[in-house]
């Protein structure tokens, strides 16, 4: 089954270059070298803040692009870990993995729909 197991992120920190900042980018480029090669790693990636985002949806069957999103919480979608594992321990076991590496708890979701 795949898993997303999302990363947070707070808009109001940012990348600093500093050695702790580039030690933890080592260390989940690390953790995704593993997973491709269990071959439990679908994706990974690291997102733009929102003030990058825009919304997209259909209004009266015309494409509407607005920037945000503008959510009230300071914490956002940072990046993301899909993974393909056999069950929802290994998927827990490998978010945990995830939480320790960027020091803050992360949200496991299972997928619902998969494409043939």
Same mark, same amino acid.
């Given at each position: 089954?795949?898993? =997303? $197991?999302?990363?947070? +992120?707070?808009?109001?920190? *940012?990348?600093?270059?500093?050695? /702790?900042? #580039?030690?933890?980018? &080592?260390?989940?480029?690390?953790?995704?070298?593993?997973?491709?090669?269990?071959?439990? =790693? $679908?994706?990974?990636? +690291?997102?733009?803040?929102? *003030?990058?985002?825009?919304?997209? /949806?259909? #209004?009266?069957?015309? &494409?509407?692009?607005?920037?945000?999103?503008?959510?009230?919480?300071?914490?956002?979608?940072?990046?993301?870990?899909?993974?393909?594992?056999?069950?929802?321990?290994?998927?827990?076991?490998?978010?945990?993995?995830?939480?320790?590496?960027?020091?803050?708890?992360?949200?496991?979701?299972?997928?619902?729909?998969?494409?043939?």
């Amino acid at each position: 089954m795949k898993y =997303l $197991v999302m990363i947070f +992120g707070n808009a109001d920190d *940012s990348w600093t270059g500093s050695e /702790q900042d #580039r030690q933890g980018l &080592r260390d989940l480029m690390t953790l995704k070298d593993e997973l491709a090669a269990t071959g439990e =790693l $679908v994706s990974a990636e +690291g997102l733009t803040f929102p *003030s990058d985002g825009r919304i997209v /949806q259909i #209004r009266d069957d015309v &494409r509407v692009v607005t920037d945000g999103p503008f959510g009230e919480a300071k914490e956002q979608i940072a990046g993301f870990f899909m993974i393909d594992t056999p069950d929802d321990e290994q998927a827990q076991q490998i978010a945990a993995k995830v939480s320790a590496l960027v020091g803050d708890r992360v949200e496991l979701r299972g997928t619902v729909l998969t494409a043939p």
